[in-house]
């Protein structure tokens, strides 16, 4: 565990920081002369004017009030000596600060030697929400600082910036032999050396902090370090962020402490984190840890979440996690991240109650009550009706929780007992007493509905409206809707839209039948009431689309027919803008495609027959050309998905090649398969006598064989007559 360099601390953001100041190791040496000096001017008493502001320097209250000066004369911002003539020396010098003050600008930095702030007392500094005290220091060195005190330093309210400009070797903010208080502060510090430095301690309340230190420590103290009161820290350094010699604690506060070679928070003693504080610490070398203890306690009746891991993105919860009693965090010192926060209770969706009061439990099931009030009483529900003969129940509950809070009995009725059905007039209803003697009970006005449509107004038709009484019925107000225009009437649109070097298609339909054939009755009569309605047919090559499984199933069905193209035909329907996808339809849409011209044939030698092949889940069928037209294919399908054109060639004489295609349509009954003709011809031909080739071979076969026996013949005569010599 590396300790920070000496003399190099805290880079407390707050204060004055900046001026470049070197003074000798051992500090200032009390001389009964020193004054107080503000750059390289001696402060008088009184209110003065100083660097374009206003200094008043009150020595009997050891008081100095700053506003808006800049110090750019190259001294100090402030320096304050052990001992001062003229003021008194036993108590701290105070400090107020009003507006904006510099010490040191972006464009005049202290100088090379200078510090911010250089105190050899204790000091206090004060400020309001609006004042700010800005630092810049260039090139700082061993023992520069943004503030310097060797005795205790006490921060309270305003806003302080530290800029070191020449990123050299300069601390923050270091104070050597006293205490750090900070409180109601908004500081920003950012040193090569150690930012914040508190000798005998550091406390933050209720104060925000950023402090960065490139080389050593962003907050450390040879003592105790106290974080509370809701303060927000962000610490990031080389060495521990936060790094105490004595107890550590962070108290009902955040806390974001990052190193990028070691632990992010260390303690050489105890380190506890308690209340509802929520801090997050990464390392390099570790999360966090204390050579005594680590340890997180809840607030009473509160549960904390503990998460570590090798980083934010993999932590997982502790065991044990959410905790509800103090709980030692040995075993995580190692992992690079953690991150404990307050428990968030979630509240379960079902009221638990009692007799007083309703409240959600928690889904941890940690016994907190969540939403937690006094029931508050329904007005009396009726459960059981009183009769003549019997007397009813009622009771009052909880109108939040359904706590039952009162019951009570209801008297027997008189004789009057409403009967089922209303009574009404123009103006009221009423219900009769079933004895009928002209008692009317519940009686009421009427009261009005909102307009309920009876009938809706079509372009043939007027439509019809009434208003009734929304407890009897009855019907108050009637109301006739205008018969709308003809112009105000929907339309129903055919379109066929070509994609992807798709060939010519048309639907040689009417309207009327694309529209009985595609649409429900519900959507036909919509059409009337002013909604607009296209039925778009597209087509596009599907030749990279379709799958190879579908292609083998389409090849083996055409059997001795070749395929042409591949195409997907979808139909839609678009209802008032709405777009959906058929794939099925009620009645068979007639579809002509025009075969393209790739596809058509150029030899005189044969005849070449299309036929369309459908794939739809799962199963092709071949559907047949209903047309004459040589350069069409028409088809009647109630089916929308994957299609191909296919063909074959038939030689020009009428030697039909055979083929054992069969249709497999079910559907289309009026797609006949034409090639069945064609099989036909071809058993019919293979049942007569061979001609022509097949003759001549066998003319050919009979000469040869008459041939040998006329050798053979003569052979066996020579061979008797040379016996007979």
């Not at 100041?21 to 040496?29: A, F, K």
């Not at 202290?110 to 500094?125: D, W």
């Amino acid at each position: 565990m590396r300790k920070p360099k000496f003399m190099k601390v805290i880079g407390l953001a707050l204060i004055f920081m900046v001026v470049l100041s070197q003074m000798p190791e051992n500090g200032i040496r009390a001389l009964a002369s020193n004054p107080i000096t503000l750059g390289k001017q001696q402060l008088q008493e009184g209110t003065n004017s100083y660097f374009g502001g206003t200094v008043t320097y009150e020595p009997e209250n050891n008081t100095i009030i700053l506003e808006n000066v800049k110090v750019d004369d190259g001294g100090h911002g402030l320096y304050i000596p052990s001992v001062i003539t003229g003021i008194n020396n036993d108590g701290p010098v105070r400090i107020y600060l009003k507006g904006e003050n510099y010490f040191g600008t972006e464009d005049k930095p202290l100088g090379r030697t200078k510090s911010g702030i250089y105190a050899s007392r204790p000091i206090e500094v004060y400020g309001d929400i609006d004042a700010k005290l800005i630092c810049y220091i260039n090139r700082g060195g061993n023992g520069i600082y943004a503030a310097y005190d060797v005795e205790n330093v006490s921060i309270n309210g305003g806003t302080y910036v530290f800029h070191d400009t020449a990123k050299n070797t300069t601390d923050g903010f270091n104070v050597s032999g006293g205490l750090v208080k900070i409180e109601n502060a908004n500081i920003t510090l950012a040193s090569t050396n150690t930012t914040i430095w508190g000798g005998l301690g550091i406390t933050i309340k209720n104060s925000s902090v950023a402090a960065v230190s490139e080389q050593s420590n962003a907050i450390f103290t040879n003592n105790m370090l106290m974080i509370s009161d809701n303060s927000d820290i962000t610490a990031s350094s080389f060495n521990p962020a936060l790094f105490s010699e004595s107890d550590m604690t962070i108290s009902n506060s955040k806390v974001y402490a990052t190193s990028n070679n070691d632990l992010g928070i260390w303690s050489r003693d105890t380190l506890s984190i308690e209340g509802k504080s929520d801090v997050i610490c990464k390392g390099t070398g570790g999360c966090l840890g204390a050579i005594s203890s680590a340890s997180i306690t809840p607030v009473t009746g509160e549960r904390v979440e503990v998460y570590t891991g090798a980083d934010e993105d993999n932590a997982t919860a502790m065991e044990g996690s959410p905790f509800s009693q103090k709980t030692n965090l040995a075993g995580i010192k190692t992992n690079p991240y953690f991150h404990s926060y307050s428990h968030t209770h979630t509240a379960v969706s079902t009221w638990s109650k009692d007799d007083a009061t309703h409240w959600h439990g928690c889904t941890a099931n940690d016994g907190k009550r969540l939403d937690e009030a006094a029931h508050t009483a329904s007005n009396w529900i009726i459960d059981r009706e009183a009769t003549i003969t019997a007397v009813g129940k009622k009771h009052k509950e909880c109108t939040i929780c359904g706590q039952i809070m009162e019951t009570a009995e209801i008297p027997m009725l008189h004789i009057h007992i409403p009967s089922d059905v209303w009574s009404k007039n123009d103006t009221e209803h009423w219900h009769n007493c079933t004895a009928d003697d002209n008692e009317k009970l519940d009686q009421a006005a009427h009261i009005a509905s909102e307009w309920i449509l009876d009938k809706e107004a079509t372009i043939s038709a007027a439509g019809s409206k009434h208003k009734e009484c929304i407890i009897c019925g009855y019907v108050m107000q009637t109301e006739i809707i205008p018969m709308m225009k003809a112009e105000e009437a929907g339309s129903i649109e055919k379109k066929i839209k070509r994609e992807n070097n798709a060939p010519g298609v048309q639907i040689p339909m009417s309207n009327q039948e694309l529209t009985n054939a595609v649409l429900t009755q519900e959507e036909i009569r919509s059409i009337e009431h002013g909604i607009d309605i296209t039925i778009l047919l597209t087509v596009t090559d599907a030749a990279d689309s379709i799958s190879a499984k579908d292609k083998t199933i389409m090849e083996k069905a055409l059997d001795h027919y070749s395929i042409g193209q591949y195409l997907d035909i979808s139909l839609l329907k678009i209802i008032d803008g709405e777009q959906s996808r058929l794939t099925k339809t009620s009645g068979s849409i007639k579809i002509t495609i025009d075969i393209p011209d790739s596809l058509k044939n150029k030899e005189n030698t044969v005849n070449r027959e299309f036929v369309i092949l459908r794939m739809h889940d799962g199963l092709a069928v071949i559907l047949n050309d209903l047309d004459t037209d040589a350069n069409t294919i028409t088809i009647e399908t109630d089916r929308f998905s994957n299609y191909a054109i296919a063909y074959r060639d038939i030689p020009a004489e009428g030697d039909l090649i055979a083929n054992t295609t069969t249709n497999t349509n079910t559907n289309n009954n009026k797609n006949i398969d034409k090639t069945q003709k064609y099989l036909t011809k071809n058993k019919q031909k293979q049942q007569l006598p061979a001609t022509g080739d097949d003759t001549m071979r066998m003319s050919w076969l009979t000469a040869s064989l008459i041939t040998g026996m006329l050798a053979i013949l003569l052979l066996s005569y020579l061979k008797r007559k040379r016996t007979d010599k």
